[in-house]
């Protein structure tokens, strides 16, 4: 009897252990995943940031009358994100959720017809008139 009842408590010792490693590389992979899916959005935001300042300086480097259309992506790793260019500190900022990255360009003089700082709110064409650069 006695020797049943100690393979009984081995085997919940056993068990137990097992459920217990289960439960910690099943944490550890679920943080990962999140981490991974945050280093993504980060490298996304600054790809489309990049992408926008390379488009800016561009249209700017190309001379009066240039003209370059610009498609902005419908979402960052499947969320909502806004373009904020601010012209008179030669930056973007790309926010997400609640988080943001933001670039330089090298244009100094750029607006959207009315103000030189604005949200880029869907697809654009940049055009370089008169020796500043038109998003919109």
């Excluded at 280093?39 to 992408?51: G, H, K």
């Excluded at 370059?68 to 960052?76: G, N, Q, T």
Aim: net charge neutral.
């Amino acid at each position: 009897m006695k020797t049943r009842a100690q393979s009984s408590l081995e085997f919940l010792y056993t068990v137990s252990f097992m459920v217990l490693l289960m439960t910690m590389c099943m944490l550890i992979y679920f943080q990962s995943a999140n981490d991974s899916a945050v280093l993504s959005a980060y490298s996304e935001s600054r790809r489309i940031c990049q992408a926008v300042s390379a488009l800016i300086s561009s249209a700017d480097a190309a001379g009066d009358g240039a003209s370059i259309k610009f498609a902005r992506p419908p979402s960052l790793a499947d969320m909502n994100y806004s373009i904020y260019i601010m012209g008179s500190n030669r930056s973007i900022a790309v926010s997400y959720a609640d988080q943001g990255t933001g670039c330089l360009f090298s244009t100094t003089n750029i607006s959207n017809g009315s103000s030189s700082a604005f949200y880029v709110s869907g697809d654009a064409v940049v055009r370089n008139a008169g020796g500043g650069v038109l998003f919109g």
